[in-house]
C-alpha cells in the first residue's frame, strides 16, 4: 500500500497504521475483510438476535427482554459484536444493520404480544444510528408498522451521546413525545456527567457489570451500586444491574431497592424460541 493510501485511511479515521507500523496495517486488512464480509452478511441473512431476560426484583417477573445481535459468519465463524460493531459503524453499515435489529426486534415483540405476553423490548441504538437524520422518521414508520405501543420499547443509547448535548435533548424529547422509552447503558463507564441526568428524559440507568462485579469484590463497587440506586431514584428514574450472575450479587441487589437484574443468574441471551419455552416454564421467585 502506498504512503498516500495510508494518509487517505488515517484522515478518515479508519486506523491508526502510522503509530503502529506493519502490525497496525494488519488490523487495517483486517477490519477491511471484516467490512466486506459484513456488507455480505446482510444479504446471506448471517445476522440473528438473541433476547436476555430482565426480571423485576419485587416481583420476580420477567418484565422485559435485550435484544443483542449475534453474527454466525461462514468465513469468520461467529464474532461476537464487541468485535464487529465498531466496523459496521466506522464503514456506516451500522444504519441498515440497526434498523434490521428494531424491525426484528419489533416484529417479534407484536408476536409475543399477541401471545398475550406484556414484556419491554430494549435495543441497542449506536451513537451513529442516533444522530442519523433519518433516524426518529425510521423508528416511527417501523413502530407503526408492527403496531406495537411505543412504550413497550426502550431505546438503549451510552453516555458518549451526550457529547452533543443541545442536540440530543432536543432528541430525546422527540423520542418521549413519541411514547418510546430511553435507557442509558454501561452507565458509569463514560464521560458521565450529571448534568445530562438532570437535563435529558431518561427513563433506567443500566448498571455496568463491572460494578456488580464488584459486588462480592470490594466496598467502593457496592458504594457506587447503591449510590447509582440512590441517585436515580431521586431523579424519578429506574436502575437496571447488568451481568448478575451470583444469588449475593442479587441480594445485595434487592436489599438497596435495585428495580431490575439482567444477567446469567436469571439467563443468558437465548433464540427467540428457547425464550418462548423460557416464559412458559418460568415461575417469578423473588
Ligand atoms: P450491552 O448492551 O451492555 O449488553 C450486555 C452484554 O452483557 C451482552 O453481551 C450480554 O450477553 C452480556 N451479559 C449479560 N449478562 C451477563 C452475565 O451475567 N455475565 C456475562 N459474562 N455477560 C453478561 P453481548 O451480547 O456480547 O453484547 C456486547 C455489546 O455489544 C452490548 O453490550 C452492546 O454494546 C453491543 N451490542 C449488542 N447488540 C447490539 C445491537 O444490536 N446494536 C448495537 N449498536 N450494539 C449492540
Ligand atoms: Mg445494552
Ligand atoms: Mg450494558
Ligand atoms: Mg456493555
Redesign the pocket.
Known sequence: KSDNAMYYSKKTGRNHATFYGTKGMEREDEALRMELLLKEAMKKEEFSLVY?PQVELLSGKITGV????RWHSQELGTV???QF?KVAEDSGL?IEL?NW?TKKALSDLAKWNQLGYQLEMS????THQFYHPEFLLCLERMIKDEKVPPSQLVL?ITESIASHAEVVQKELQKIKELGLKVAI??FGTGYSSLKYLKDFPIDYLKID?SFVDGIEEDDKSRDIVSTIITLAHNLGMLTVA????TRKQVDFLKMEGCDSV????YGK?MTEASLLDFLTVYEPHN
Open positions: 436476555q435485550e435484544a443483542l445481535l461476537p459484536p464487541n460493531i451500522i440497526g435489529v435495543v441497542n441504538i449506536s438503549e447503558d454501561d457489570k447488568e451481568g448478575a450472575e439482567q444477567g446469567y443468574y441471551p
